[in-house]
């Protein structure tokens, strides 16, 4: 059972230039959740899709960040024309959401991450 | 619409008790909670829906009081391997499946 996978791992960019973040879920996960952490600092939530739909962007920037999660693929965060304050280590996280006794669980896996450098 | 964690950061010597609060403004569906390492991707612990709930893991438990909107994380006799940065998550009742995670609390376990 292979876990969330993120790549690349290591991201280096020169201002201006995009940044491609990939996300592969666990297998049978259909949410995916995508989470920035500046360095000594918590997570904070970006954006949450499910297959082929955003479902809440509100954590998003409004320019230059966007994110999808084809039928088929992995899900990707597309950053445009990064700046040096985009650097932080960006985790996605998959989960399946399940019922038990009336309740819904959103238990979340997160991938090892993918941190960017802007140079 | 942050969680609010306490305290920031500890220090225990191993064999200690250490206690973990998270508490939010909102109404809370479920809490949920997680630990990091330094340079890894968090790990999930646990997750409480029904308020007063309580769960454990190993020597790592937690309770839900969900008419307060605070959940406790309790580490008993401390181990080094411990040692990491824990966050809360909370769902809201209007926003299910979103997890907004708190600030989190540096726990360091010294010999």
């Known amino acids: 059972n292979a876990g969330v996978m993120q790549n690349p791992r290591h991201l280096v960019r020169r201002r201006g230039q995009e940044a491609r973040l990939r996300c592969s879920p666990m297998?049978?996960?259909?949410?995916v959740y995508w989470y920035r952490q500046l360095p000594e600092e918590g997570l904070k939530f970006m954006v949450y899709?499910?297959?082929?739909?955003?479902?809440?962007e509100s954590g998003m920037p409004k320019e230059r960040f966007s994110a999808e999660f084809p039928k088929e693929g992995p899900s990707i965060l597309r950053i445009q024309q990064v700046v040096r304050g985009d650097s932080a280590a960006y985790f996605c996280?998959?989960?399946?959401?399940?019922?038990?006794?009336?309740?819904?669980?959103?238990?979340?896996?997160f991938g090892p991450g993918t941190r960017l450098t802007v140079l | 619409q942050q969680p609010v964690q306490s305290p920031q950061a500890v220090i225990l010597r191993e064999g200690e008790d250490a206690v973990i609060n998270c508490s939010s403004s909102?109404?809370?569906?479920?809490v949920h909670w997680y630990r990091q390492k330094h340079g890894e991707a968090p790990v999930f612990l646990m997750i409480?829906?029904?308020?007063?709930e309580q769960k454990g893991h190993e020597k790592i438990s937690a309770s839900f009081n969900e008419k307060k909107q605070q959940s406790s994380l309790y580490l008993t006799a401390s181990q080094l391997s411990y040692s990491g940065t824990y966050f809360c998550?909370?769902?809201?009742?209007?926003?299910?499946?979103?997890?907004?995670f708190g600030p989190g609390t540096s726990l360091s376990v010294i010999p």
């Open positions: 899709l499910q297959k082929e739909n955003i479902i809440d």
């Open positions: 996280a998959s989960s399946l959401v399940w019922a038990s006794g009336g309740s819904s669980y959103n238990e979340q896996f």
């Open positions: 909102k109404a809370l569906y479920s």
């Open positions: 409480l829906l029904k308020g007063g």
């Open positions: 998550g909370t769902e809201r009742k209007t926003s299910y499946d979103k997890v907004i």
């Open positions: 297998k049978g996960h259909s949410h």
